[in-house]
């Protein structure tokens, strides 16, 4: 079955740590999403690519950064410079279909909590 | 900037009752609004998405309609069931391929 896989599912990290969230997809889409969600609030965006080796800055990028050197990968890495990471990290894709918008596909998400 | 707003947070229902959530956006210049479905601890399920050329869309017991002009988008549930108990979120997309996501409803069908 074609899908988002994120991984680990429940991630830990220690002060001045950097860790990295895992996002593979087998759905062939060119465009993939990064997504954080903190407790009663909608989705903000961190990074977006729409093609292999290009991406950009969502609306709140700093303190993270991402590759994307596969079109079935999207890493994610949290920086010790974002000081409040604790949050539901969710993966996306969709396709680009000319003139009409593809609805985005998410993964099960990646829970990460400070120790 | 793109803002999205859902009315009510929260909702509880009889089983079996008919209901309408509501998504509201400030930029009309919309390209397409996309319904999603969060149960607990999970990522988002997509419902029903709209072109900016539609009216509305059907799935099942599900119709969401978008009328740009007044910026607003509701989504219509048929016979609610205790199943359909989860966060319902309303995203408006631009024309960059980003989605501006509401903080969503939480829907409660009560058996």
């Known amino acids: 079955d074609g899908g988002i896989t994120q991984s680990p599912k429940y991630l830990f990290r220690k002060e001045g740590q950097n860790v990295t969230l895992s996002c593979e997809q087998n759905l062939n889409h060119d465009a993939m999403y990064w997504y954080r969600q903190d407790p009663g609030q909608g989705l903000r965006l961190i990074y977006y690519s729409q093609i292999v080796n290009d991406f950009q800055k969502g609306d709140i990028a700093e303190g993270y950064s991402v590759s994307r050197e596969k079109k079935e990968s999207f890493p994610l890495t949290v920086t010790s410079a974002q000081k409040n990471p604790t949050a539901f990290y969710l993966c996306?894709?969709?396709?680009?279909?000319?003139?009409?918008?593809?609805?985005?596909?998410f993964g099960d998400g990646t829970r990460l909590s400070i120790l | 900037k793109q803002e999205v707003t859902q009315i009510p947070a929260a909702l509880s229902v009889p089983e079996g009752e008919n209901l309408v959530l509501n998504c509201s956006f400030t930029d009309s210049a919309i390209y397409n609004l996309q319904w999603f479905r969060q149960d607990p601890g999970k990522g988002l399920t997509s419902l029903l998405l709209i072109q900016s050329s539609q009216r509305e869309q059907t799935s099942g017991r599900l119709n969401a309609s978008l009328d740009k002009s007044s910026g607003r988008s509701t989504l219509y549930i048929a016979a609610s069931q205790p199943g359909d108990s989860a966060t319902y979120l309303c995203a408006g997309g631009g024309s960059n391929y980003k989605l501006t996501f509401g903080k969503g409803t939480l829907l409660t069908v009560n058996p």
């Open positions: 996306a894709s969709n396709g680009h279909t000319i003139g009409a918008y593809q609805p985005q596909h």
